[in-house]
């Protein structure tokens, strides 16, 4: 479903009325948070996929702590689409950072049940470890939403910096499991 | 096809035109609705995958009552969007109970059918047992239908009272089978 | 992929602006042109995957005669749309039917293409038998497409005829196969 | 994705207002450039499904490179819409080739992703061979960009050309590794 999420997404990028590069500015900033949507959902595809798969027992909590992330990753291009056609005004940006604060606190119950499904002794438990990227990334998104409102870079810069966290599979789940 | 229905239900939330909270409140009960549907379909989601799963025999039969089942829920995203833009109107309201219930009726159906091509002492027969759930939810869906032209509250209810008692996975066959 | 073609017709539905009966009127046409297509896309769902599970080796001229079958089936949700929102006009009337009858041809290349790849004496070939079936739809709707211009309701006889031939899945490869 | 993707480029064949010809005629360019970017997209869907299923060992490396594709992939319903809506313009015209040279680029990166990771005598490397099909193509592209602003024919013409190179699935993996 995240594959459907990010190709829905591209709906958002309206095609300009003109055939000049006048009438391809106003598309820019929509152009500019899709890319970063796609590598968040990217990013959630990849991991989700592993976290899954890792997985020995699937139970009915999961399957609701998985759709309550689905819920969440669905208003991403909601989101994206009203922050790039008000070319990242605050409301829009706090309301990005809070949609993304969601999923991130979604994906972490998800995973707790995950590992809480599994047993005392799982390898999913001891590939997570302490969790600390997921826990610096909901920090930052936290201090990224009041933000919006003093200065949008700075929101839009701590968003930029949980991305280049996350870029990188979640090696822990990829070594150890495989 | 469901995961595909949810995510097209989600292109019915209209990105505002402005960017403060005012351009934001239209949008909101087109909103409550698609958390409504959202965790509709959810549950359809994930004891549609559950049923199926329990089959050991795929027949004519059910491929058609899984198709009909598809056609009404395909529904879902037209009348969400048609009661949240008209702000829960009675008729809009009684045409949403009316995709449900349809949808409802059709699960039935597919169950049925299931359960007669596993033949007699299935696992399947055994773990749904006489479905009470399923008929009573019929039946509010069809108390709830005529009542929104009274008071659309008490339609309301009755349909957020039906998603209490699906809310949790089928049970039933949760434990039955696994 | 048809699964995705199905829940994408549903986006033509348009939502009507009022919430009235009067408002309603106008979706009807669409709506019913709607059930007819999505019954079509549904039994070419059904038929499509037996086949393909039918086949014990896939090459690259099956996997060409797939995406061309796909191409014309990719074109009804479009056809679908014109004819519902022009009233059955004689012009959208016949380009459905031109659109159904190339995709009734593209399936017959596809089961073709199948037959000749899975060699002399195959189940598949066994099954499909002279496919008279197959022969009749399309004489069927060679009749059809001239038909809306004398009198659209021949047509949309024709093409309902064809539609309860083929409803029931092909018993003769889901008999002869399982 | 792919699949999405191609379904998702049918929502820009807008439904003409009419039901006469007039009415069909300004969708056409559209529809010329639909078919051309359908026929991409299914090169590209049955050329990744093969490399895909060839590849023994799938790294967090593959899984970027491969949403790396998606990503300009995603674009060419986009390209589509703008090229097809302006008949042909320089502009879209050189940006539809643009997104077509990133789309070749991202696939040969990641046909050499995988094969690096497959090891050094894998089945996929000998398959593959020099890849004179794929560098051809990207030096047509290359070619056909800047041309669009000198005569536009010549760079549909390099388009159509490259298309015809690709038109059958990758003999290459095709045989070797069946």
Not at 31 to 50: A, E, Q, R
Not at 139 to 167: E, G, H, K, N
Request: charged residues 15%.
């Amino acid at each position: 479903m995240i594959a459907i999420l990010i190709t829905i997404m591209v709906l958002e990028l309206r095609i300009p009325e003109g055939a000049d590069w006048n009438a391809v500015r106003p598309v820019m900033p929509v152009f500019i948070t899709y890319v970063m949507s796609f590598i968040v959902l990217g990013i959630y595809w990849n991991n989700h996929h592993l976290l899954i798969h890792a997985a020995d027992r699937i139970t009915g909590a999961i399957l609701w702590a998985n759709l309550h992330l689905l819920f969440w990753l669905s208003l991403i291009p909601f989101a994206t689409g009203w922050t790039g056609r008000n070319n990242f005004a605050p409301l829009p940006t706090a309301v990005y950072g809070g949609v993304l604060l969601l999923c991130a606190i979604a994906y972490t119950i998800l995973l707790r049940t995950l590992i809480a499904a599994q047993g005392a002794d799982s390898r999913l438990k001891e590939a997570i470890g302490n969790d600390a990227k997921g826990y610096t990334s909901l920090a930052m998104y936290v201090a990224a939403i009041p933000l919006a409102f003093v200065d949008r870079r700075l929101s839009w810069t701590l968003y930029l910096a949980v991305l280049l966290i996350w870029f990188i599979p979640d090696r822990r789940i990829d070594k150890r499991l495989s």
